[in-house]
C-alpha cells in the first residue's frame, strides 16, 4: 500500500535541492543622477546684449538659476552684474537708464577711439568694487590674448577691467593691459563662449546666441571696422555652439551695434526667445537630478 507513495515523495525532494541550490535574484540597484551643473553662456552682439537682459528675465521666473555665467563682449557687461546679485527686472531698470556715454569715453585715435574707462568704472560701480571671485555667482569674462591670439578667461580679480578687456573691439577700444599683457574682445576667437563653461566644469550649457548675420547693412563705422572680424566670429562660433546643450538665439538681427535706442525691444527680444526654448531646457535638465529648493 505503501509504493505509491515513492514518486510523490521524490519530485518533492527533487524540488527542495532545486530551490536551495538556486541563487537568489539580487533586488534592483538604484541609479543616482548627477546634479546639474549648469553654465549661462552670454555671447557678444555689442547693443544686441540687451537680450541677454530678457534671456534672464525667464530664467528667473522658471526658477532656472545657473551656477557659472561666462560672459564675451556684451555678454561679460550683462554677465558681470547678473552675477553680482541684480535680478533680470533690475538689469532692465539698469540697461534702459544706461546712456552711450555712461560706458563710452571717446578720445583721439590710438589704437581706438574709445579708451573703455568709463566702461570699467561703471562695472565696478555696480558690482560694489568686489573682485570676480567675491560675486554671489561664479563669472567668467572671455577675452583675446592680443600678442598670441589665445582665449583666456578671467575668474578673478577687478571685474570691472575683466568686463573692459572682454569688450575691447579691436580698432573701437584701446587694448587693455594687465599685468604686462595686452587684451582684446572675447570675440575675436570665442564669441559665444561655450569651451570656457565646459573647461570650467559645466555640465549643462545653456548659450545665448545674439551674433549678427553676416549679410546685415553696415550703417556704423563701428560695424565697417569690425565686418571681417564679425565673419570670422560667425564661423568661430557655429563650432563653439555644437558644443552646447541649447542655443537660445534673440531675433536681434534688425538692432544696430550701436542702437542703445532699441534696449527695450532687444531685452522683448531675449524674452520671447528663452521662452520658446524653455521645453529644450526642461528636457535637458531631466538627466539630473531634481535641485533643492534655496
Known sequence: ??????????????????????????????????????????????????????????????????????????????????????????????????????????????????????????????????????????????????????????????????????SSIPGVFRPVAINGHEYVDGGVVSPVPVLAARAAGANFVIAVDISPDNTEVLASSLGVLNQSARIMGKRIAAEELKQADVVIRPQVGEIGLVSFDRKNEAVMEGERAALAALPAIRAGLARFAPRQAT
Not at 82 to 111: C, E, K, T
Open 1 to 166: 500500500m505503501s509504493r505509491p507513495l515513492r514518486y510523490p515523495l521524490v519530485l518533492l525532494l527533487a524540488l527542495f535541492v532545486s530551490a536551495c541550490s538556486s541563487t537568489p535574484e539580487k533586488p534592483p540597484v538604484a541609479v543616482s543622477k548627477p546634479p546639474a551643473r549648469i553654465a549661462l553662456v552670454l555671447g557678444g552682439g555689442a547693443a544686441r546684449g540687451f537680450a541677454h537682459v530678457g534671456v534672464i528675465k525667464i530664467l528667473e521666473a522658471n526658477q532656472i538659476k545657473p551656477d557659472l555665467v561666462v560672459g564675451t563682449s556684451a555678454g561679460s557687461l550683462v554677465g558681470a552684474l547678473y552675477a553680482a546679485g541684480y535680478s533680470g527686472f533690475d538689469l532692465q531698470r539698469i540697461v534702459l537708464d544706461m546712456g552711450q556715454f555712461d560706458v563710452f569715453d571717446l578720445s583721439l585715435p590710438d589704437r581706438g577711439f574709445v579708451k573703455g574707462e568709463k566702461l570699467q568704472d561703471f562695472v565696478n560701480a555696480k558690482v560694489r568694487n568686489r573682485p570676480i571671485e567675491a560675486l554671489p555667482i561664479r563669472f567668467i569674462a572671455v577675452a583675446t590674448e592680443a600678442r598670441s591670439g589665445r582665449r583666456v578667461d578671467f575668474a578673478r580679480g577687478n571685474a570691472g577691467q575683466a568686463v573692459r578687456a572682454s
